[in-house]
Structure formats: structure tokens, C-alpha cells
């Protein structure tokens, strides 16, 4: 059964200000409530004063997302009653939205490039959050807080394009690393996107998940969607068109019991705000380099692989740290590290990209490069320098942990009894070795470099080994 799935998401735009209003959009460590003033409290009598850098932020992701800017675009006015919204609408944009008929490439199941074409790209004005107190379902009172009211929004729409919830997943981490490297959206601010999906079975009827926050949120309820719908249809009953809330605690979606019809929504165009005319002003934008572009030129100029260019340029502050370190003198020795090593052991901290020292890097590759460390001891120099870090300390050169931790490399004769003493220690391995099984060797090498803690080379063990047991037909 194919899987057809849609995706609908919000991005909070990080100006300044507030869409209509003179609000501070960086409300994140305050009292709720204390970032609103008349207009975005929709209190009678105000007028919204549309935010000029907000429409550029847009116009950027449209033009990013390769649509076609209407002629003239026009603000809406959604009208529903909740008290996330105190005016009783939402400015938002319907039948003319400010760009349509994009399309973004992401990778497909099968690895190779797809495009992702998306419907329309449109504005409109976060609301409130309310807050319910009280166990699960039954929340016993709600609260609501205003200073997310009016921020600023960019909603984007897809075709219904995507196959699986990886694709899906990996559509919006793209679009993610686009929008940063746009700079008008931070994928770090807790709640700054906001997924609603459309899925369905092939010839199936359509069932809309709301409100997926997270970005593995995502991929979760889609999973746990398919499966109930599969069910459902393996029961011999079909799949029922209607909304369900994904409740993130439980991996779940519950049928959400009432559901309002676009027509239920009475949209007209909002009177307080003139159409946008901004095509011309769209075509003379100058967008950053993008995601795409960058791998090309890390391939390009820096010889750096497909698939570590893909991981560097899929994170804009991994990408700005690699041109960093990439001084270094050997870019393939600067992506290895950036993207496998260091990436590892950032993600295992939870630290940010941003608090490692990339002079130290630096030098760290440096020593790597030489030869003067193995790649083992440059993994405990680099551990040393990210835990120091992270606990907020000047971290030691390189140099200082490599003499401190006594992690130089010694030349190779000084091993000669470590490899006897091997050698001596695991005669069941040796013969295995001489009757022919290569991966013996490993199993030897392994104990070797127990014994020297990491300092030897490997490779060079191996071939001490190989020559202090000789007597094998087998080379490795
Ligand atoms: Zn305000
Ligand atoms: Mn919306």
C-alpha cells in the first residue's frame, strides 16, 4: 500500500518584532504575558501595522523554495473563537497567498535526489499558547499566555509528495537547514515549528495529524499512523476522513471530536491591511549560498566526499566551524573529524557546535596530521577539550593533554616487547593466524593496543605482528 503524506508547517520568522506590532519577539525567558501591548492583545480600536523585515524574511523562503510571488498577494482574516486568540480571528493569507508552485530537493528512501513540490507559501500571525494545569485529559483550568501572540509566521504547504515518514522527516530537516541559512529562522527556539499532516493510504480517505511540535514528532506520527490505518483497513473497514491531535508523550493520535470546515472559518480579506505588491521587490532579493551550493563547492574545492559533505552542509554552524578548521592544511582530515569524530561526541554531550574551540581544533588535526598522535589519542585529546569546555573551563592546548596523558606516539621499537609478550600470551590466536584465519590478526593487534593504550599506530602493530609470527601464507 503506497503512503501518500502532505505536510503543512509553521515556522516562527525571527525578527525582531512582532508581525503587526512593536513587540519583542524574545520572550523565551520572561513572564508569560509581558511581551504584549493593545494590538497583539486584539484589543478594539487598534490597527496592525504590518513589520517590513517580516515580508523580506518571506519573500527569502519563497524565493529559496523556488515559487512564483503573486502579483498581489492579500492578508485574510480566519475567523474562530478560542482564547489563544482574543480578537476572534486570525490575519493570515487564503486564495491570495504571497507565492506558489515551489518545489526543494531532498534525498530519497532510495538515496538519490527528489523534489518536493510546494503548493504555496503564505504569512500569517502566531497565536497565543495556552497552558492547561491539571492531569492528562482533564486539564482542571487553562491559562494563556500572549507573547507568542503576533509573532510573526511563515506557513509553507507541500504537495503531497512524500512516501514514508523518512522522507518526511528528511524534508524538514532540509527545509530547517534552508531557513537557517536564510537567517530567518532558528531551529534551536523551543516551539519555532509546528507540523500538521495530511496522510493517506493510496485510494484511501485522508486523515489530518495536528500539531506534531518536535522534529521527531514527526516521523513518530506518521509511523503510528500508518500503522493504525493499515489496521483499519485490514479489519475490512475503511479509514474514516478526519482530524487527530498527536499526544507526543504517548507516541499517539486521538480522533479530535469536531472539526471546522474551511467554510466554517467566514475568511475575507482583512480591511485594516493594503493587497502586497512585492514581486519586484522579491526578484531584486540576493539570497545567501544554500545548503545545495555549499556541498558542491566543499566537493569542489575541498575534494570532501559526497556523503560528509552532505552531513558538514546539513547544519549551518557545523558547516561555518569546517571552513574554520579547514586551515588545517588537509580539508579530508578536517571533514573526517568535524563530521564523524567531533560530530559524535557534540551530539553525546548535547553541547553546541559553537562552544568548541576551533583553534584547538586546529591544532589537534595539525598533530593528527604529522603523525605525531593516533587517531585514538587524538579522540581522548579531543575529549578532554570538549569536557573542559563544557564545564566551562579554558580548555588545555592539544600539545598540554597529548604530553599531559603521555599519548605520543613512540616510535616503533620501543612496542618490540609489548609484541612479544602478545605474541607469548595468545598462542591459540597466533596458530589461528598461521592456519589461516586473517582476522586472528585483529584479535591480536586489539591486545597490543590495550597494552600501549592507544598509542601505536595500528597499522604498524599489525605488521610487527605479521613479522614476529611469520610463517603464514595469508597476507592482510
Ligand atoms: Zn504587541
Ligand atoms: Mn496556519
Redesign the pocket.
Known amino acids: 500500500m503506497t503512503v501518500i503524506i502532505g505536510l503543512e508547517i509553521h515556522c516562527q520568522l525571527t525578527t525582531r518584532t ?1 508581525l ?4 519583542s519577539t524574545d520572550y523565551r525567558n520572561d513572564p508569560p504575558n509581558t ?7 486584539g484589543l478594539p480600536g487598534t490597527l496592525p501595522c504590518l513589520n517590513r523585515k517580516a515580508v523580506e524574511y518571506a519573500l527569502r523562503v519563497a524565493k529559496a523554495l523556488n515559487c512564483t510571488v503573486l502579483e498581489e498577494a492579500e492578508f485574510a482574516r480566519k475567523n474562530y473563537f478560542y482564547p489563544d486568540l482574543p480578537k476572534g480571528f486570525q490575519i493570515t493569507m487564503y486564495d491570495r497567498p504571497l507565492a506558489v508552485d515551489g518545489h526543494l530537493e531532498i534525498e530519497a528512501d532510495n538515496g538519490t535526489e527528489k523534489r518536493i513540490r510546494i503548493t504555496r507559501v503564505h504569512m500569517e500571525e502566531d497565536p497565543g499558547r495556552l497552558v492547561h494545569v491539571g492531569s492528562g485529559d482533564r486539564p482542571r483550568y487553562s491559562l494563556v499566555d500572549y507573547n507568542r ?2 509573532i510573526p509566521l511563515i506557513e509553507i504547504v507541500t504537495d503531497p509528495d512524500l512516501r514514508s515518514p523518512k522522507e518526511a522527516r528528511r524534508f524538514i530537516n532540509t527545509l530547517r537547514t534552508t531557513l537557517e541559512y536564510l537567517g530567518v529562522f532558528d531551529g534551536d527556539r523551543e516551539g519555532g515549528l509546528r507540523v500538521d499532516a495530511n496522510i493517506s493510504m493510496e485510494r484511501g480517505s485522508r486523515v489530518e495529524v495536528k500539531n506534531i511540535s518536535s522534529y521527531k514528532g514527526v516521523e513518530k506520527a506518521l509511523t503510528f499512523e500508518i500503522t493504525r490505518q493499515r489496521n483499519v483497513i485490514r479489519r475490512g473497514l475503511s479509514v474514516e476522513r478526519e482530524t487527530r491531535h498527536f499526544l507526543e508523550a504517548r507516541g499517539v493520535t486521538t480522533s479530535a471530536r469536531s472539526k471546522e470546515e474551511e467554510h466554517d472559518y467566514r475568511y475575507f480579506p482583512e480591511p485594516d491591511l493594503r493587497p502586497l505588491r512585492v514581486r519586484e521587490w522579491c526578484d531584486a532579493i540576493v539570497l545567501p549560498e544554500l545548503p545545495a551550493a555549499r556541498r558542491v563547492r566543499f566537493a569542489d574545492s575541498f575534494g570532501v566526499s559526497p556523503s560528509h559533505a552532505r552531513t558538514l552542509c546539513g547544519d549551518l554552524k557545523l558547516a561555518d566551524f569546517f571552513e574554520e578548521v579547514v586551515v588545517c592544511g588537509d580539508p579530508i582530515l578536517a571533514a573526517t573529524w568535524v563530521a564523524d569524530t567531533l560530530l559524535g561526541e557534540v551530539y553525546y554531550r548535547d553541547m553546541e557546535i559553537a562552544r568548541v574551540p576551533a583553534g584547538h581544533f586546529v591544532e589537534l588535526l595539525r598533530l593528527l596530521k604529522k603523525k605525531e598522535i593516533t587517531d585514538k589519542g587524538g579522540v581522548e585529546v579531543l575529549r578532554a577539550i570538549l569536557d573542559q569546555s563544557a564545564r566551562g573551563e579554558v580548555p588545555e592546548t592539544p600539545a598540554t593533554i597529548v604530553a599531559r596523558l603521555n599519548l605520543g606516539k613512540a616510535a616503533g621499537d620501543a612496542f618490540g616487547p609489548v609484541i612479544r609478550e602478545v605474541v607469548e600470551s595468545c598462542p591459540a590466536a597466533v596458530q589461528d593466524f598461521r592456519n589461516g584465519k586473517p582476522e586472528a590478526l585483529n584479535y591480536l593487534v586489539g591486545q597490543a593496543m590495550k597494552r600501549t593504550r592507544g598509542r601505536a599506530d595500528p597499522k604498524e602493530l599489525a605488521r610487527m605482528i605479521r613479522e614476529a609470527i611469520g610463517g603464514s601464507g595469508v597476507t592482510g
Request: aromatic share 8%.
Open positions: 512582532k503587526f506590532c512593536g513587540c511581551h504584549t501591548c493593545p494590538i497583539c492583545l501572540s503576533g
